[in-house]
């Protein structure tokens, strides 16, 4: 079982910025696409945005294009995603991911990652 440990969310007023973090201990944690999805209050979990193994590669959903930006630090087996110009609609919990296949950051299908965080909670006032 592998447990990944998400922090830094938290309250934010509309236009401001948070950098979410998680934690991923495994000694292999370069061979592994990552990604960071949410979901808000009575909606589905939804694809925000991916990343490839060596993190030259990444993939966004138009919602967060030019806003957010997901990272990794593969020595330190940590990913990241800097969000910056919060809206209100971006307030949901967010949840980082491990994809099951090299390529799983492109697709962003919710089915293709098979270990999860407990979540961040993000919330963006107006």
């Known amino acids: 079982q592998v447990q990944l440990t998400e922090s830094g969310g938290g309250l934010v007023q509309a236009g401001g910025s948070l950098r979410l973090s998680c934690a991923v201990p495994l000694l292999t944690f370069d061979i592994y696409a990552m990604a960071w999805f949410r979901q808000a209050p009575g909606k589905d979990r939804e694809f925000v945005a991916g990343?490839?193994?060596?993190?030259?590669?990444?993939s966004y959903a138009d919602s967060v294009k030019g806003r957010f930006t997901i990272s990794r630090d593969n020595p330190k087996n940590m990913l990241y995603l800097q969000m910056n110009n919060l809206k209100p609609d971006d307030t949901a919990t967010y949840y980082c991911?491990?994809?099951?296949?090299?390529?799983?950051?492109?697709?962003?299908?919710?089915?293709?990652?098979?270990?999860w965080g407990q979540g961040a909670q993000v919330a963006v006032s107006s």
């Open positions: 991911a491990r994809g099951r296949s090299v390529t799983s950051w492109n697709k962003g299908d919710i089915t293709d990652f098979d270990y």
């Open positions: 990343i490839n193994l060596s993190g030259e590669r990444t």
